[in-house]
């Protein structure tokens, strides 16, 4: 059986740049990381979108259903021997109670990815492909659920942000186990 896997989280609001600095820091890694996130489903049609949209299916009710299900996968692909960056919004603390319950014994490094709202706002407007108000909903909540192990802000240039991520992940000390820091 290949050794576990290992976590990286980058938590921040949307529109903070989770995903550009997910991939600048697995482009920068020296062992390969899969990344992972919610994205990934939106953009490769799993959601079932248009349904969602119209009212034939209803998202609050199937929301936890799919996050628990999402967490599932990064825990699936850790405990195969993949290492994981994983970008996500942990919104609520039923969410960060369920990753930490689902990751619990992993070794996962829980990365704060901070933005200012008039520039969260700014990329949200620009992107058009989220729905007006999230980024400022996301800014308000997300970064007060739990302690990091580094915080960051996206508005520095994002290829020293991962060269800080990467070395602060090279220089942890043990296994984190995400809730217990």
Not at 17 to 33: C, I, N, R, S, W
Not at 57 to 72: C, E, K, S
Request: neutral net charge.
């Amino acid at each position: 059986m290949p050794p576990i896997g290992k976590i990286i989280l980058i938590n921040g609001p949307s529109s903070a740049g989770k995903t550009t600095l997910a991939l600048e820091t697995q482009k920068q890694l020296a062992e390969p990381f899969l990344r992972f996130s919610f994205d990934l489903f939106i953009d490769s049609h799993v959601l079932p979108r248009h349904q969602i949209r119209n009212g034939t299916f209803d998202w609050a009710a199937m929301r936890p259903n799919v996050f628990r299900g999402l967490h599932q996968c990064v825990r699936a692909l850790a405990e195969t021997g993949n290492n994981v960056l994983f970008d996500h919004i942990i919104e609520t603390q039923a969410n960060l109670a369920d990753l930490a319950q689902t990751l619990s014994a992993l070794d996962v490094f829980l990365v704060g990815l901070h933005c200012s709202l008039p520039e969260l706002e700014r990329r949200e407007a620009e992107r058009g492909n989220r729905r007006s108000g999230e980024a400022r909903a996301d800014f308000e909540t997300v970064h007060r659920l739990t302690p990091y192990d580094l915080e960051l802000n996206s508005e520095d240039p994002v290829e020293d942000n991962a060269r800080v991520l990467i070395e602060a992940w090279k220089r942890r000390s043990g296994v984190r186990v995400l809730g217990k820091r």
